[in-house]
């Protein structure tokens, strides 16, 4: 149990491969995940039957860790394009057919807990804006690489929300036109260059004409883990991919840095974790990009919340809103 002067939420992060769902005791400057239950999403059963599975894994934690359900709040961390606090979905290829369909108001009907559902790119950055190694600064940008590329933004102390709650679609900025696709058609984009899906796809369509690549030896459909893993032992076609995505980045990574002029840049995500051998190169590459300002220092970082920045970020979230 969380001790008197702590707050305890329950949250939940929604991608597009697992759901996450977790109790959290918050204080002003600490948070600590009690119990968590982790499922997979996939998508195509459709929203109903995700959400019912979701509201049966918060039931299940509310009851271990001993809290009331209705006087409880939960906060929703989302893979979007999603309406910020009631969680209407627009159209993604990542959840085909949950458009239209509102987290909030669906799992506050289900356990009556009181819900706000944001992007989990926002709940990120808000979580390394509070509880992060660079907490408390005004201008800070989260982008994550996994699967897709999103990115949270602070500027001037604020959320960056935008328009229609669309704003961190960093994934999305134009990085050599022409260009392979990400999943919504947008060509040459940093999402369909250098996301562990658009990694995996190149490889997969490249070993075609490079028999010779450690690569060939499995029988399954290649993974970004597998390109990362064949560069680490040397394979000249996984380096040259590897070599590619550092390069398109980078070149993400200077258009950020122009566009905001962040304190700091956090980087997260699964392929950011893989590409640990080539930090170095990756922060050289950015710096022979980025403006003239950022040759002497560059404010990029990696995450020290690890795959747990969005589900922080919803907790704080609906605490504040609470
Ligand atoms: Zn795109």
Same mark, same amino acid.
């Given at each position: 149990m969380a001790n008197p002067t702590e707050q305890i939420v329950l949250a939940a992060d929604i991608g597009g491969t697992s759901i996450r769902a977790a109790a959290l005791a918050l204080s002003d400057s600490t948070v600590s995940i009690l119990d968590s239950i982790k499922f997979e999403t996939r998508p195509e059963r459709g929203f109903q039957s995700a959400m019912n599975e979701l509201a049966l894994n918060i039931s299940s934690i509310a009851k271990r860790v001993e809290v009331d359900l209705k006087t409880t709040p939960l906060g929703v961390a989302s893979a979007g394009p999603i309406s910020i606090y009631d969680g209407v979905y627009d159209l993604s290829p990542n959840l085909p057919n949950w458009e239209g369909f509102g987290v909030s108001q669906y799992l506050q009907n289900k356990i009556r807990?009181? !819900?706000? !559902?944001?992007?989990?790119?926002?709940?990120?950055?808000?979580?390394?804006?509070?509880v992060g190694n660079h907490k408390d600064k005004l201008n800070m940008i989260y982008?994550?690489?996994s !699967?897709?590329? #999103?990115?949270?933004?602070?500027?001037?102390?604020?959320?960056?929300? #935008?328009?229609?709650? #669309?704003?961190?679609?960093? #994934?999305?900025?134009?990085?050599?036109r022409g260009g392979r696709s990400c999943e919504n058609g947008c060509k040459g984009c940093l999402e369909g260059l250098s996301s562990g899906s658009a990694i995996a796809d190149i490889a997969q369509k490249k070993i075609a004409y490079n028999r010779n690549s450690t690569l060939n030896e499995g029988d399954q459909r290649i993974t970004a883990a597998d390109v990362v893993a064949a560069a680490r032992r040397h394979d000249p076609l996984a380096s040259e991919i590897i070599s590619d995505v550092l390069d398109n980045l980078s070149s993400g990574l200077a258009s950020l840095l122009a566009l905001f002029d962040p304190e700091v840049l956090i980087l997260g995500g699964g392929v950011i974790d893989g590409l640990a051998p080539w930090w170095t190169e990756l922060l050289q590459k950015t710096k022979g990009t980025a403006l003239p300002r950022y040759r002497d220092y560059l404010p990029i970082f990696q995450t020290s919340l690890g795959g747990n920045a969005p589900l922080i970020g919803a907790a704080i979230f609906v605490n504040d809103y609470a």
């Open positions: 807990s009181p !819900t706000v !559902t944001a992007h989990d790119g926002a709940m990120a950055v808000l979580a390394e804006s509070r982008l994550t690489v !699967t897709g590329i #999103g990115a949270g933004i602070i500027a001037n102390g604020k959320l960056v929300v #935008g328009h229609n709650s #669309g704003a961190g679609e960093a #994934g999305h900025i134009i990085i050599n």
